[in-house]
């Protein structure tokens, strides 16, 4: 991404959220806030892309607000966009009930759970970790929409492809001696794979045995020359790489229980894009499809104590 500029695609996937809130006839999330987090101007320019992509006869009649919706259900990447959401925040649900205290977003982007908190988060320490640009535009947004900043809120702005993990969390109130559940969504596509073995053993040094983590990925067979992928992935990773933010690296999910494990991480579940379609949306209600090559992975730290850090 543009490092002076606010990510993109956290801008887009904000929408998105929002869109399935009101439009699907079935939501599985509860989300009004991506209209109110994406200023006015981005979404303008979004709607005219689109309308520039309809035929003449077409964007004469078109009104732009269900043009810009259109848009966004038809982008490849809405269906993962919504079932991660909704299966992090299962997890994640699970997991304060187990004893859960904190909550690291890392890659936080435009995600509202702070706007949103429902009675079971009540008391659970929120550490959002994004690029600077991002998290600077996001917290304008939330002051635009009267979203008070909170004591048990957190914002820490690091450029990820630059500083680790752990030294971010470390200029912050963290405790790595409390369990902690990290979510990482749409976020190690676009780093290196060597950044992304990194931010996982940090995972599994900062916080203690028991804490979890749930993130998304892209089976690395897609990314390869020739690779015969949907014409949506195609589209979709061509959209992503002329606004400066390129798929970078993925994982094979054959052995990804043994990478993560070298790492000080257990593998508790990987679905594919056609897997979490058939939890959350099998009857085909939502018209959710199967998610290109994206996966959604849960693990649990296993190492016995965390490695101290200070800030």
């Not at 004893?99 to 008391?123: H, K, M, N």
Request: hydrophobic share 40%; aromatic share 6%.
């Amino acid at each position: 991404m543009t490092p002076s500029k606010a990510s993109q695609t956290a801008l887009v996937t904000s929408l998105m959220r929002a869109v399935h809130t009101r439009s699907d006839p079935a939501p599985l999330l509860d989300d009004p806030w991506g209209d109110r987090l994406v200023p006015e101007s981005v979404q303008a320019g979004l709607r005219e892309r689109a309308l520039a992509r309809l035929a003449p006869e077409l964007r004469a009649e078109a009104a732009p607000a269900k043009v810009l919706d259109a848009a966004m259900r038809a982008n490849a990447a809405y269906p993962g966009v919504i079932l991660r959401s909704r299966y992090t925040e299962d997890m994640l649900e699970a997991a304060v009930a187990r004893g859960i205290t904190q909550y690291v977003l890392i890659g936080a982007g435009f995600d509202s759970f702070l706007c949103r908190r429902p009675a079971w988060a009540e008391g659970l320490q929120v550490y959002e970790v994004d690029h600077p640009a991002t998290q600077q535009l996001k917290r304008e947004r939330l002051q635009h929409c009267g979203i008070a900043e909170s004591d048990d809120v957190h914002f820490v702005a690091a450029d990820l492809s630059e500083e680790t993990l752990q030294s971010a969390l470390a200029r912050s109130s963290f405790d790595p001696t409390q369990p902690t559940f990290f979510s990482w969504l749409g976020v190690t596509v676009y780093l290196t794979r060597e950044a992304n073995l990194a931010t996982l053993r940090t995972i599994a040094t900062v916080a203690p045995a028991g804490s979890e983590l749930v993130f998304t990925y892209i089976d690395e067979a897609a990314l390869q020359p020739g690779h015969a992928g949907t014409e949506g992935f195609r589209k979709l990773r061509s959209d992503v790489s002329s606004v400066g933010e390129a798929f970078l690296s993925g994982f094979d999910p054959a052995t990804l229980d043994a990478l993560l494990l070298e790492t000080g991480l257990v593998l508790t579940e990987d679905l594919d894009g056609e897997e979490t379609v058939a939890r959350y949306d099998a009857a085909g209600v939502n018209g959710l499809e199967r998610a290109g090559a994206g996966h959604i992975a849960h693990a649990r730290v296993v190492s016995e104590t965390p490695r101290h850090f200070s800030p």
